[in-house]
């Protein structure tokens, strides 16, 4: 058995990947739902960018916050948040609501 750093250097031969391998597994499906949904409802509600007693304590002013977040800034990150929702309610609908006939792999 050879090391992941030789690997590198001497990578195996090249082969073409069964559909087997390729296909989507369950597991993966819920865990991109779980963290698009997570992950962009966090980012579209705005909260990593309200000012509160973290900034206080640090000395950080409200002008001073506001000029290290600017409005496009954070209209550009909730506006992500919300593809991100789009992305998760997409990617966990796919298999049972739309393109039925995806197939999964087998664990």
């Known amino acids: 058995m050879s090391s992941n750093i030789t690997s590198l250097f001497n990578?195996?031969?090249?082969?073409?990947?069964?559909?087997?391998?390729?296909?989507?597994?369950?597991?993966?499906?819920?865990?991109?739902t779980a963290f698009s949904l997570g992950f962009g409802g966090y980012l579209a509600s705005g909260k990593p960018f309200q000012y509160g007693e973290a900034e206080k304590k640090k000395g950080?002013?409200?002008?001073?916050?506001?000029?290290?977040?600017?409005?496009?800034?954070?209209?550009?990150?909730?506006?992500?948040?919300?593809?991100?929702?789009?992305?998760?309610?997409?990617?966990?609908?796919?298999?049972?609501?739309?393109n039925k006939e995806k197939k999964y792999k087998v664990w």
């Open 11 to 32: 990578p195996p031969a090249q082969r073409d990947l069964t559909d087997e391998e390729t296909r989507d597994c369950i597991p993966c499906q819920i865990m991109a």
């Open 60 to 98: 950080v002013t409200v002008e001073q916050f506001a000029k290290l977040n600017p409005k496009w800034w954070v209209s550009s990150a909730r506006l992500f948040g919300g593809a991100l929702i789009a992305f998760g309610i997409y990617r966990g609908t796919e298999g049972w609501l739309w």
